[in-house]
């Protein structure tokens, strides 16, 4: 268990559907990170929190949206899904914004039908 | 081009050693990383460098840089079963803490 827990683990949904994924950072953590796997575009950058605020943004798409709560835990919001949206998504998360490295939750694998 | 790259595949015995590069293109990058993935699990860190470094030994591991070539290298000695996963390269940049990510190089290894 790396500390950093996501859930749903699997999420199965129709196209234009709208889901929201959960992390939880390891504690002590205040950096979140959004990343997608899929297999043809790799391990892409989403978007990144540092204690409640946006700190960095990378291809997320204008239907995908995240936010950060007080108690740090994090939500990636995906609307209108389309059946590329299909990939398995990561959090991760570290102690300050700039770091050597992170820890990865198992992620979310979303599958759109 | 790929900011990152890997050979997709590399498959070797048990107790023999791995070998698996990685390019990079950015030169700014200040940390150099590699990850493994086990099936179904995220990512999980294996070491780092920094780019001001040539080497790092950590147990079965080590990581090789050569800085002038961008050519970034992952030796795992001794290697087992239990070492068959995806292996990523990563690198951050300066300023930055998001990391970009090769597409990864699959290893297997047969006893």
């Known amino acids: 268990d790396s500390g950093v827990t996501q859930t749903p683990k699997h999420l199965i949904t129709a196209t234009g559907q709208r889901v929201t994924l959960r992390c939880s950072p390891r504690s002590g953590d205040l950096s979140v990170y959004w990343y997608q796997q899929s297999l043809d575009q790799g391990l892409q950058f989403l978007i990144q929190?540092?204690?409640?605020?946006?700190?960095a943004k990378g291809n997320i798409l204008e239907r995908f949206s995240a936010q950060q709560f007080p108690d740090l835990h994090s939500e990636l919001n995906l609307s209108s899904l389309e059946l590329g949206d299909s990939a398995l998504y990561f959090c991760?998360?570290?102690?300050?914004?700039?770091?050597?490295?992170?820890?990865f939750g198992s992620g979310t694998r979303l599958t759109v039908v | 081009g790929e900011d990152v790259e890997q050979s997709l595949f590399l498959s070797v015995r048990e107790g023999d050693s791995s070998v698996i590069n990685c390019t990079y293109t950015d030169s700014s990058s200040t940390y150099l990383y590699w990850y493994k993935q086990e099936p179904g699990a995220g990512l999980q860190l294996l070491t780092y460098i920094f780019s001001n470094m040539d080497m790092k030994q950590d147990q079965r591991l080590t990581v090789l840089l050569n800085k002038k070539d961008k050519h970034l290298s992952l030796r795992i000695a001794d290697t087992q079963t239990g070492d068959s996963a995806i292996y990523f390269c990563a690198e951050s940049k300066v300023g930055y803490s998001t990391l970009t990510f090769g597409k990864g190089t699959m290893l297997l290894v047969s006893p």
């Open positions: 929190y540092y204690n409640g605020e946006e700190r």
């Open positions: 991760a998360s570290s102690v300050e914004p700039e770091t050597y490295g992170y820890t």
